[in-house]
């Protein structure tokens, strides 16, 4: 008698791709082989690509192909009429119907049931459904045989089914599974833990997959594929729900609000394929959670999570409340979760967890709150709608987002962090805060505080708040409105390499730290407010100071200088580059120590009235004038025209002014340099009130007309003297040539001598008039005295 044959349509067949129609159809048993051969040439990639160019649904069958057989003989394609094989009731209580046709129903009339098939295979014409007696009534399907289920048919059920292989289970692309709640797993478990509620998954040491490339819908409960890969391709929906996908070897399983929910007890210890989870379809779960977990031993995996699929967790209407989505990695040691994929939480909350490995996703993300925890670098670089942000980040992070940004909670990076938002606002103002690497802005207004020190990289923003405990570093770039830094008692600086351009007003608070900001390419187009302790400020243009409460400072511009107003507790030196030094006309400034003040050919002028310059101010200057309130002493001088202007005694100091000098002391003395002497190209009027004046330095040259009002005056010129109008008391008048006394009155004793130079007087406004006698001396050469 002739061997006795199946017939044809139950020959078992092997999985191939055909080009021709999306889904899986049969191949010769040696090429399955040669696939398991060559299974890590053809793994799907840590991006959710194959290493060759193929067609959409090829992801499948190569993650069939390399993970369903590494644990089991081959998966036969089954027919499209099968059905499970070999039921029985191991718990609880229910029927099992003989199937009518392509057929299956199981009728259950316990809260749980626990069944036990050879095999459970569904064709894609075949249909199983249960009938249970509630949404959360449960049922368990312990399969057994030596290969994957696959499901290409309909499965039904309006409670919580359980189907449990641990060969794997396979969701084809025409399975259409409609049910209360599943859970898919190939850890496996026994009929008495599950009917005593003890719902713990393990793997007993193997491994295999779950993959779904069908269409699975949850109406009462939740979505759990748990195994040791974990591939969608399909589509998922919870609607009523949560949906899990989990790569572990152990889990416990708990009923709550939504179905099971799922919790790994123990890490993978060994790896299936290159991704433990890996979702390039669809998950959606309208204002439920939806979970993408996987644990492994350190070592085992470079990355254990992809998405480059859709996540969806947002409510289905404007009322109601949106959900989260969370990807939990831990044990992967590069880029734990990575992917292209769209995760949309709307307001609702994004969480991320990678242990000590990275997060790495380039699609859109959209939630209210997105939280996260990477012991490498977090890029999130899609186009995100992100509202607010919480982190802790082992290595950079990198954020790019399409809406304002803001912070729920501390964010703490250790490396360098990057955020791109356009012209939308970022508010990362928790005092938790600490950035260990440079922050890199692109942004509308922005507000960053750190509990630490905090360096900013380069800056393309609006308005710029930035608060630190510690250093402050402004980085470069261009801050598009207001700057403003308070560094509470640290420092104050900036980068080295590039300027810093800020188009608004700029207030600068170091307290006690020092500011430095001398790059020589900045660019403070307004006001700059400073408070800290020794201060230096430069910019390539002109330079614009405020309100000043500050140590030392130098302030150096190419262009216009202002040097504002307020307190400058130590020495001042300005320097304009030939541009004009001026300061606010509605405030004076007071400066304790020296102050030394360059315009090159720039004229200075600094006549606010209470204004205080307490030690010497050195000019350099065009036309110059300077008013103190107090007394006023000048040091060296480089001036054009010079006005003076004291309320108390006026030292002139030293050196040349190329003009006019005009000095007035309001009854104060005025004096000059004992040292080097003054010369002054043009015409005097040195003003001293009822004050003496004293200018007898003997290398002095006044060149044109000085004219004197005083108390009792000294006057001395290394060269010949001309006197003005006169208005003194005692006058003694000294020089070497000419001299001409003037005209006016002297109410005291006139002493003049020339050293053998003429001595003469104005011949316009009359002769001099003195009080007291007059001793005009012309000294003669010198001559032996006669002999008697």
């Known amino acids: 008698m002739p061997p006795h044959r199946r017939p044809a349509d139950r020959e078992p067949q092997r999985l191939r791709w055909s080009r021709r129609r999306p889904h899986l159809h049969a191949f010769r048993l040696h090429f399955l082989r040669d696939l398991r051969m060559h299974a890590n040439h053809t793994a799907v990639t840590a991006a959710g690509r194959s290493s060759r160019t193929l067609p959409p649904r090829a992801p499948l069958a190569l993650a069939l192909a390399a993970a369903l057989t590494l644990s089991a003989p081959a998966a036969a394609q089954v027919a499209s009429t ?81 189907l449990i292989n641990s060969r794997g289970v396979l969701f084809g692309n025409t399975a259409q599974v409609n049910v209360g709640g599943l859970v898919a797993s190939s850890l496996s478990t026994s009929a008495a833990n599950f009917m005593s509620s003890n719902d713990a998954l393990d793997a007993g040491g193997s491994t295999a997959s779950i993959i779904n490339s069908g269409t699975i819908t949850a109406a009462a409960g939740s979505v759990n594929l748990i195994g040791g890969q974990v591939v969608n391709d399909g589509t998922v929906t919870a609607t009523a729900g949560n949906i899990t996908l989990a790569g572990a070897d152990r889990v416990t399983l708990n009923f709550e609000a939504g179905g099971f929910g799922v919790i790994i007890t123990r890490a993978l210890q ?105 012991g490498r670098d977090l890029l999130l670089t899609g186009s995100n709608q992100i509202a607010g942000i919480r982190a802790t980040v082992g290595g950079n992070l990198s954020v790019t987002n399409a809406r304002s940004l803001g912070q729920a909670s501390a964010l703490e990076v250790n490396g360098t962090s990057t955020f791109a938002l356009g012209s939308n606002a970022l508010t990362l103002d928790n005092a938790g805060n600490n950035f260990t690497g440079a922050v890199n802005i692109t942004a509308g207004t922005t507000r960053i505080d750190d509990g630490n020190a905090l360096t900013l990289g380069t800056l393309n923003t609006g308005n710029l708040t930035a608060t630190s405990n510690g250093a402050l570093n402004l980085g470069s770039g261009s801050v598009g409105g207001t700057l403003t830094a308070v560094s509470n008692n640290g420092a104050i600086i900036q980068s080295t390499g590039s300027g810093l351009t800020v188009t608004g007003t700029s207030n600068l608070q170091a307290g006690t730290g020092a500011i430095t900001l001398t790059t020589g390419s900045n660019d403070f187009q307004q006001a700059v407010t400073l408070g800290g302790g020794a201060t230096s400020i430069t910019d390539a243009n002109a330079l614009t100071l405020g309100t000043l409460s500050t140590g030392n400072l130098t302030a150096t511009s ?63 200057g065009g036309a ?97 003297l001309t006197l003005g109008t006169l208005s003194t008391g005692n006058l003694t008048a000294t020089s070497i040539g000419a001299l001409n006394l003037g005209s006016g009155t002297v109410t005291g004793t006139l002493a003049a001598s020339s050293n053998n130079g003429a001595i003469t007087q104005s011949t316009v406004s009359g002769a001099t008039t003195s009080s007291r006698r007059s001793r005009l001396v012309a000294v003669p050469p010198a001559s032996p005295m006669p002999m008697r």
Not at 88 to 102: E, K, M, V
Not at 291 to 316: D, R, T
Not at 590 to 607: E, Y
């Open 82 to 162: 099968q059905l499970p094989t070999s039921g029985s009731i191991a718990g609880g209580t229910g029927t099992i119907q003989a199937p009518s046709g392509a057929t299956q129903v199981i009728t259950q009339t316990s809260n749980r049931m626990a069944l036990t098939w050879s095999s459970f295979d569904v064709g894609s014409a075949a249909t199983v459904r249960f009938d249970q007696p509630s949404s959360s009534a449960a049922v368990l399907n312990l399969i057994g045989g030596s290969s994957a289920s696959q499901i290409f048919g309909n499965l039904s059920a309006n409670g919580q089914v359980f």
């Open 624 to 720: 110059t004038s300077i008013t103190d309130a107090n007394a006023l002493t000048l040091g060296t001088l480089s001036t054009g025209n010079l006005t003076a202007n004291s309320t108390g005694a006026l030292n002139l100091g030293s050196g040349t002014v190329n003009g006019t000098l005009t000095a007035t002391s309001n009854n104060g003395a005025i004096t000059q340099s004992t040292v080097s002497g003054l010369t002054v190209t043009g015409i005097g009027d040195v003003q001293a009130g009822t004050g003496a004046i004293t200018l007898t330095t003997g290398s002095n040259d006044f060149q044109q007309a000085l004219t004197l009002g005083g108390g009792a005056t000294s006057i001395t010129d290394g060269n010949a």
């Open 270 to 374: 060994s790896q299936l394929a290159t991704l433990a989870v890996q979702n390039t379809g669809s998950l959606i779960a309208p204002g439920n959670t939806i979970s993408l977990q996987a644990s492994a031993a350190s070592g085992v995996f470079s990355q254990l999570i992809n998405n480059s699929g859709i996540i969806s967790a947002a409510s289905l209407s404007s009322a109601g409340s949106d959900g989260s989505v969370s990807l939990v990695a831990n044990g992967a040691t590069g880029t734990a979760i990575g992917g292209s994929g769209s995760i949309n939480a709307d307001t609702g909350s994004i969480g991320y967890s990678a242990g000590a490995g990275g997060i790495e996703q380039t699609g859109v993300l959209t939630a209210g709150d997105l939280s996260a925890t990477a």
């Open 558 to 620: 190419t262009g216009a200088l202002n040097l504002g107003s307020g307190t400058v507790t130590g020495t001042l030196a300005a320097s304009s580059n030939n541009g004009a030094i001026t300061q606010s006309t509605v405030s004076g400034l007071s400066v304790t120590g020296t102050s030394n003040l360059q315009a090159g050919t720039g004229a200075i002028t600094l006549t606010t009235g209470s204004n205080d310059f307490q030690q010497a101010v050195t000019l350099g």
